[in-house]
T-cell receptor, first 113, second 114 residues
Framework: EAGVVQSPRYKIIEKKQPVAFWCNPI?????LYWYLQNLGQGPELLIR????????DSQLPKDRFSAERLKGVDSTLKIQPAELGDSAVYLC???????????FGPGTRLLVL | AQSVTQLDSQVPVFEEAPVELRCNYS??????LFWYVQYPNQGLQLLLK??????LVKGINGFEAEFNKSQTSFHLRKPSVHISDTAEYFC????????????FGAGTRLFVKA
């Protein structure tokens, strides 16, 4: 069974540029999460989807971050414009349902110069 | 509100020695507790979880953890570590308030030396 797929694995951009990350969850998993992981820290939830509905986006900086999961399967997280402080690893995870074990992708490591 | 504290940021240990990684949590409701491992340049992988029932939980790779409600702890243990156990370990808590939002600790870096 394929795991959670994320692309790209690495991204280097200049500040003020836009960037997008893509995630394909495990087949059949209704819940999808985007996390931010800073160096030396644990993951922090940005947004959680139940199917195509965003049920928790309270930690998403909505002035520059946006996300979508149009058909309730794969998802895209976008930053526009990127700032130096956005340099981090962006993790995607999925689970069969709310409260169940989360399965993580390898992450996208973003460096903003 | 829920929170997780991992008491050690780094734990160096010699190969074949026992190890304990400490985790304390705070929550006003019933909790689910997890330990995840993260190898370099990889995502997190579930080691074990406590949902209910027996307070001693066994996971993969010989790890186990004990849920102690009175001390609000969920320490991770392994009786004999291997070089390959070198990784970052995260404790996490989830509860049935806030829609089962999962809160992660800051992580403990386990470094196994030969």
């Amino acid at each position: 069974e394929a795991g959670v797929v994320q692309s790209p694995r690495y991204k280097i951009i200049e500040k003020k540029q836009p960037v997008a990350f893509w995630c394909n969850p495990i087949s059949g998993h209704n819940t999808l999460y985007w996390y931010l992981q800073n160096l030396g820290q644990g993951p922090e939830l940005l947004i959680r989807y139940e199917n195509e509905e965003a049920v928790d986006d309270s930690q998403l900086p909505k002035d520059r971050f946006s996300a979508e999961r149009l058909k309730g399967v794969d998802s895209t997280l976008k930053i526009q414009p990127a700032e130096l402080g956005d340099s981090a690893v962006y993790l995607c995870a999925s689970s069969p349902g709310m409260g169940e074990t989360q399965y993580f992708g390898p992450g996208t490591r973003l460096l903003v110069l | 509100a829920q929170s997780v504290t991992q008491l050690d940021s780094q734990v160096p240990v010699f190969e074949e020695a026992p190890v304990e990684l400490r985790c304390n949590y705070s929550s006003s409701v019933s909790v689910y507790l997890f330990w995840y491992v993260q190898y370099p340049n990889q995502g997190l992988q579930l080691l074990l979880k406590y949902l209910s029932g027996s307070t001693l939980v066994k996971g993969i790779n010989g790890f186990e953890a004990e849920f102690n409600k009175s001390q609000t702890s969920f320490h991770l243990r392994k009786p004999s570590v291997h070089i390959s156990d070198t990784a970052e370990y995260f404790c996490a808590v989830s509860g049935n308030t806030g829609g089962f939002k999962t809160i992660f600790g800051a992580g403990t870096r386990l470094f196994v030396k030969a």
